[in-house]
């Protein structure tokens, strides 16, 4: 694959994640809660989230204009995502003191995280030169 076949996946992986954070985040918590939602009963948790998410789905859904001039907001998605993911993973496990745990997010939004970092790390072109052709500062 090429710096421009790449670079045009990339714009298609940022819209895509882009309108998932905006507009999925707070749906899926509601229909998949043993996949999505860490709290249960009233929690003001999930806004919290929401409102993050969605703010970063309106920063990749600008990025996907011109990514190459974006890249530090790519890549902090990219780590944020995995350190995100790892620290889920790990309190999957964890029961919480009303007995209840949190496997079923192995399935849910752990992964979702994962994807999403491989996905924009695979797609972000690299290298100087590329930089060169598309204008963006080094």
Do not use: K
Request: charged share 10%; proline share 4%; hydrophobic share 55%.
């Amino acid at each position: 694959m090429n710096d421009t076949q790449r670079l045009a996946g990339l714009r298609i992986v940022l819209i895509v994640v882009g309108l998932i954070a905006l507009f999925a985040i707070w749906p899926l918590m509601i229909l998949w809660p043993s996949g999505w939602a860490w709290h249960s009963g009233h929690s003001d948790y999930p806004l919290m989230i929401v409102g993050v998410y969605a703010t970063l789905g309106v920063f990749l859904l600008r990025a996907s204009r011109d990514p190459m001039r974006h890249l530090s907001l790519i890549w902090f998605t990219v780590w944020s995502s995995i350190v995100h993911g790892a620290i889920m993973a790990v309190q999957s496990f964890g029961v919480e003191m009303d007995g209840a745990r949190h496997v079923g997010h192995l399935y849910g939004d752990v992964p979702a995280l994962f994807i999403v970092a491989a996905a924009l790390a695979y797609f972000t072109p690299r290298g100087e030169q590329t930089r060169a052709r598309t204008g963006a500062a080094a």
